[in-house]
């Protein structure tokens, strides 16, 4: 006797119900989905009890006639595919034919739809998988999907819901997400009653999405320069420090579709590279648009997941554009902060993370402003002479003489200010106070110079020239079994990297050369550093700068920036200010903490009660 059988249709589609419909906001996700490909301008969500009593859905789309209100309730039946080519190209949200006799069959679901054209409209009732009644009614165009005692047939499913909060707030994320990719649609939540959220038509995705985030601060725009194989992205991203470790939130929606992809997210990341603190994640939307035979959406029962031909390319488009848009908001700031009359002459350049001038000398030898080197020859393979040490007086005077107080009688106006920027003072011996129109602007002096310090090591990288300086005594190390193997595999990163060191015997190398950027760091500690950033190490194939060497600039840059405690002069805050004016990058440390802090006079009015 055969043991094999042929599942109902009822069982089959509460089968199919269990990966469709996990919770009622799957529920919701479904019927916004169908709106949204019925041509939708207005969608109502109705919840009630959290999401299991009722859920409703209000469209004012093309609607359904007889035949088809009928036909939406058979499994696989849909209008979005009509023969097997198509798979290969889907420009729907919806395509299976699964949600509807899926989500009836763990219900009771009312559907009541009229066509553009009908006089009248088609109401159907489905209990539980069984079709109850079906005649016409008067209803205005569109469709009303009524959702009931969800999982009332399976007691089970129901009991691993959450809390009737948890649901909610997955329902009104599954809005939020729709509403972004489809600005053009105005979305209205209710729940028991009260409007929990609406979004009302917009004109852009910047206007959707401050009104879904409620963020009022500045957002760093996303914008590609075309041309990328049918590739379109846009977007905006929060800046980080202005949004919570615990709210922060990247929304991801390809070909209008909300997704979560690993990859895309990475991408972001990779474009945001030292401008991220540790623990924080990326903030914002990202709206990418690319063939729709490009990638496939038919991975996941809930849609969620998708695939692309080629992620490699995709990977590259999103970190480029995204690094690209540091870059501009990098501009944008020095503009805002260093501009006299708002039309600097480099104002507009093009910024890059690989120009070949590489400034050899750095703010730990406190050099006074005129005799600072700033620039070198932009020349392939130059060279430059780096002194070992700051002589004499100079390298006393770093760090333990305390300047004199910083004032109109003792430092001129010249002395003071930088392109538009006037120092006032220093706080805590780490804090520059400076005056730009009226503003109190203040820096971190140890994060802005970390900041220099790693862009001038990136550079050089980049460059292949990062500067070294021969110690006029070398140092003699004894190495792990390890760490030497590491040394002897990349000796050619490491003599890059602008280390030199040189094998004497066993596990000893003698240390002559260290990178000259960082060179107030011990020769052992430089080395040490280096290893274990190898440890990680890709090698040189990879795309842009490896994340185990930013992570070493990052931290050679950290120990060997000025830090807090130094009391710096006149000359030397105004030194800082000049090589920030010059870096490519200077709002936020290679850890990602905030450079700089703006406070405008109405915000200090706004202290003390003025009018």
Not at 19 to 39: G, I, M, Q, T, W
Not at 343 to 353: A, C, F, I, K, P
Not at 430 to 446: A, M, P, S, T
Not at 545 to 560: D, H, I, N
Request: one cysteine or more; glycine letters at 8%; aromatic letters at 4%.
């Amino acid at each position: 006797m055969s043991c094999i059988r042929i599942l109902s249709d009822h069982l089959a589609n509460q089968i199919a119900a269990g990966e469709v419909v996990e919770r009622p906001a799957s529920v919701v996700k479904e019927l916004l989905e169908n709106s949204l490909d019925a041509s939708s301008t207005r969608i109502t969500v109705q919840v009630e009890g959290g999401g299991t009593r009722l859920l409703r859905v209000v469209d004012d789309g093309m609607g359904m006639d007889g035949d088809d209100v009928l036909l939406c309730l058979e499994r696989h039946a849909t209008s979005k595919l009509q023969e097997e080519s198509q798979l290969a190209a889907i420009t729907t949200l919806g395509f299976r034919g699964e949600a509807i006799p899926s989500i009836a069959s763990v219900s009771r679901l009312t559907l009541i739809s009229r066509t553009v054209d009908g006089d009248i409209g088609t109401r159907a009732e489905v209990r539980y998988g069984t079709l109850h009644a079906v005649h016409e009614q008067g209803c205005a165009r569109g469709t009303v999907v009524e959702v009931k005692t969800l999982f009332g047939n399976i007691p089970a499913r129901k009991k691993f819901l959450k809390s009737a909060r948890t649901e909610l707030f997955h329902i009104e994320e599954v809005v939020k997400n729709l509403a972004l990719a489809h600005p053009e649609t105005a979305f209205e939540l209710q729940v028991d009653g009260r409007t929990r959220c609406a979004y009302p038509t917009a004109d852009s995705l910047e206007e959707r999405m401050r009104a879904v985030f409620g963020y009022q601060d500045k957002v760093m725009p996303l914008t590609d320069a075309g041309n990328n194989d049918g590739l379109t992205l846009d977007g905006f991203l929060c800046l980080p420090q202005s949004v919570s470790p615990s709210s922060a939130r990247l929304r991801l929606l390809v070909n209008g579709r909300a997704v979560h992809d690993r990859m895309l997210r990475h991408a972001v990341i990779e474009g945001l590279q030292g401008f991220l603190m540790k623990g924080h994640t990326p903030a914002g939307v990202i709206r990418l648009s690319l063939p729709a035979s490009e990638i496939d959406v038919n991975v996941h029962p809930a849609k969620l997941e998708i695939r692309f031909r080629n992620p490699r390319a995709v990977h590259r488009f999103v970190a480029t554009v995204t690094r690209t848009a540091v870059q501009q908001y990098q501009e944008g700031m020095r503009v805002e902060l260093f501009s006299v009359d708002g039309d600097r002459e480099h104002g507009n350049r093009t910024v890059g993370l690989q120009p070949s001038a590489v400034p050899p000398q750095a703010l730990p030898e406190f050099l006074p402003v005129d005799e600072t080197v700033t620039g070198m020859p932009r020349s392939p393979g130059h060279s430059v002479a780096v002194t070992n040490e700051p002589v004499g007086e100079e390298r006393e005077r770093v760090g333990h003489v305390s300047p004199p107080a910083l004032s109109p009688t003792t430092v001129s106006d010249e002395e003071k200010t930088c392109s538009g920027l006037t120092i006032i003072g220093q706080l805590l011996d780490l804090y520059l106070l400076c005056e730009r129109e009226g503003h109190l602007v203040v820096i971190d002096q140890h994060a802005a110079h970390e900041r220099i310090l790693y862009g001038r090591l990136v550079q050089a990288y980049f460059s292949r020239d990062i500067p070294r300086q021969s110690l006029l005594f070398p140092v003699t190390v004894e190495l792990l079994p390890g760490q030497c193997e590491l040394l002897e595999k990349y000796g050619p990163e490491i003599g890059r990297l602008g280390l030199q060191a040189d094998h004497f015997g066993d596990n000893t190398y003698v240390i002559k050369a260290v990178p000259a950027l960082v060179s107030r760091l011990s020769p052992e500690e430089i080395l040490l550093n280096i290893l274990a950033a190898l440890q990680t190490w890709g090698g040189s194939g990879q795309e842009g700068l490896p994340e185990s060497v930013s992570a070493l600039f990052a931290s050679m840059a950290c120990k060997a920036a000025i830090k807090a405690g130094n009391s710096l002069q006149p000359k030397e805050m105004l030194s800082l200010l000049q090589q920030m004016e010059e870096s490519e990058v200077f709002s936020h440390c290679p850890h990602g903490r905030p450079v700089i802090k703006t406070f405008t006079r109405q915000e200090i009015e706004k202290w003390f009660h003025r009018s």
